[in-house]
């Protein structure tokens, strides 16, 4: 099993739809977790932090569910801006440098008009 | 601004001969890392350091060297020694505690030919 799975997709969705992403990790002890979005062959940047209560920014809303390892990402609205890849990352310790993050192959969405 | 700076951001090579990719960042962080990206499949970690004058392996170090002389730079190698060194490079930089966010540069595309 890898140690981060997502669904490749690609998520074909008319603009406005909502549409959500999940990831599912194997290590239960992961202590953080993060969704990053990436334009093609462009650099990855952070989009939001995953907490235990859940946490939302905008349109986006992102979830965390400890018992059955997997975050989720909910995107309302969509935009065709919104046209990436979305990565789920897992730190599987606490802070600190050493600490080697973990990343899915990432969720392709694709908006269309 | 402050930020990450890779270059080149393409790069051809023929078979046999070592390339350097630069990575500078102006972001006064501790922690560097080398990450390749490869169609299909997550970011892997190829070095990653600390501190000035220290680096470890990550998860594919094989092929590749580093170095850390001063806080701002961290250098990759890719020698001959690296059996598919086409790839996507991306380097990126983060405190040594905090969040875990990483930030990464443009990225290097080098293609073997």
């Known amino acids: 099993r890898k140690e981060v799975e997502q669904d490749p997709g690609p998520f074909n969705v008319p603009e406005g739809a909502t549409v959500a992403f999940n990831c599912t990790y194997s290590n239960s002890a992961s202590q953080s977790f993060f969704w990053y979005r990436q334009d093609c062959r462009k650099e990855p940047k952070l989009l939001m932090s995953?907490?235990?209560s859940g946490n939302e920014d905008g349109r986006f809303t992102a979830q965390l569910n400890r018992a059955s390892q997997y975050i989720s990402l909910l995107i309302r609205d969509s935009k065709l801006s919104d046209s990436a890849t979305y990565l789920c990352?897992?730190?599987?310790?606490?802070?600190?440098?050493?600490?080697?993050?973990?990343f899915g192959t990432g969720t392709l969405l694709a908006v269309q008009p | 601004d402050g930020g990450i700076t890779q270059s080149p951001k393409y790069l051809f090579r023929k078979e046999g001969q070592n390339v350097t990719l630069s990575c500078e960042q102006n972001l006064n962080h501790d922690a560097m890392y080398w990450y390749r990206q490869d169609p299909g499949q997550g970011l892997r970690l190829i070095y990653y350091?600390?501190?000035?004058?220290?680096?470890q392996k990550g998860d594919i170090a094989e092929g590749y060297s580093v170095s850390r002389e001063k806080k701002e730079s961290f250098p990759l190698t890719v020698t001959s020694a690296q059996k598919n060194p086409t790839a996507f490079y991306l380097c990126?930089?983060?405190?040594?505690?905090?969040?875990?966010?990483?930030?990464f540069g443009e990225g290097s595309r080098l293609t073997v030919l």
């Open positions: 350091s600390q501190i000035v004058n220290d680096f």
């Open positions: 990126a930089s983060r405190m040594d505690r905090g969040t875990g966010e990483l930030f």
């Open positions: 990352v897992v730190n599987p310790r606490g802070g600190g440098a050493t600490n080697k993050l973990i």
């Open positions: 995953v907490y235990s």
